[in-house]
């Protein structure tokens, strides 16, 4: 997402993050210092799944378009930044708890949403987005709605769940969900996990895991990483059943493949169909059991509510698409 700092601005491409809380810029396009730049003297210092970084905080300006202009939100400036090739940084729009101990002498930094919040410029501390899916890469196929949800995005009732009280699941945008391969077979029974756009696959739990790849009978394609199939395999593939606060989700065989038409961005081979269900890396009941990445996301829209604690879930035109 472009996004501009100081002024006047200068424009950085930042990946959305709702898994984390700091906005940082410097992995790519150094920061310029304009009028609006105050260096405050303290350190940033954040880890990340896939990397991390480290600099120096300063408030500034932060324009993400004329009508959403952030006065003194603090940003990282990197001065080493590890795993972030594509971008510039992030902007992280997680619960503002996630900042605890990444600034020094800061208890805890509040996020561009809280601060659109409360410098009157969007009526709630909530961002709602949708995401369609994409079978091309470096396209716009998205929106961000700072203030709540968009209506016209999404069909059906949206639904909000409370952000759950299991850790560590809890300190992120944490849900309980049950996770269903077809008709029959269980993958994780009611359980804590998160809902995350900076994570791009849908991550299970190690058994949960090995019981769907047990149930289509994927192999692990050691170039990619990812589970694969054949035409056959996936002409009989079932749906995912997602159950949260009551209400069932499905993800159709087509949301659960990788696009083929982007095989090549992963190293995958032309026409092989690859599978976006991976291993989180840990055994159910670690209190965080599944990751509702970015492949998940495309089929659904989200509503990352602050101000009331909770999450909320819909259904869109393309939560049934053939487009993969």
Do not use: C, H
């Not at 369609?132 to 016209?152: I, M, R, Y």
Request: charged share 10%.
């Amino acid at each position: 997402m472009p996004v501009g700092v100081g002024n006047p601005t200068t424009q950085y491409s930042l990946l959305i993050d709702t898994g984390s809380s700091n906005t940082w810029v410097g992995a790519g396009t150094p920061y310029k210092s304009t009028s609006t730049s105050q260096g405050t003297g303290n350190t940033v210092n954040v880890s990340y799944g896939s990397g991390t970084m480290s600099g120096e905080e300063y408030t500034d300006t932060v324009t993400l378009n004329d009508n959403l202009v952030i006065q003194n939100q603090s940003i990282g400036v990197a001065s080493s930044a590890q795993g972030f090739n594509d971008v510039d940084g992030i902007l992280g729009v997680g619960p503002a708890d996630l900042t605890q101990g990444t600034v020094s002498n800061t208890t805890e930094v509040p996020t561009v949403t809280d601060n659109l919040y409360q410098q009157g410029s969007i009526p709630a501390d909530s961002l709602g987005i949708f995401y369609a899916p994409s079978s091309t890469t470096n396209v716009a196929n998205g929106e961000l709605n700072f203030g709540g949800p968009d209506s016209t995005k999404y069909t059906g009732a949206l639904n909000y769940v409370p952000i759950t009280s299991t850790s560590p699941a809890s300190n992120y945008w944490g849900i309980d969900q049950s996770v269903t391969y077809g008709n029959n077979t269980s993958l994780l029974q009611t359980t804590a996990g998160i809902v995350d756009t900076g994570t791009t696959l849908f991550l299970l739990a190690t058994d949960a895991f090995q019981a769907y790849q047990q149930a289509i009978g994927a192999t692990l394609d050691q170039t990619t990483g990812l589970l694969t199939i054949t035409t056959q395999q996936y002409a009989r593939l079932q749906s995912m059943y997602f159950k949260i606060g009551g209400i069932t989700y499905e993800l159709t065989p087509n949301a659960q493949i990788w696009p083929r038409a982007l095989n090549s961005v992963l190293g995958g081979q032309q026409g092989q169909v690859y599978l976006i269900t991976s291993d989180l890396g840990s055994e159910s009941g670690s209190g965080l059991d599944f990751i509702n990445g970015f492949g998940w996301l495309q089929r659904f829209y989200s509503v990352f509510d602050s101000g009331n604690g909770q999450v909320g879930i819909a259904t869109t035109p393309y939560t049934n698409a053939e487009t993969n």
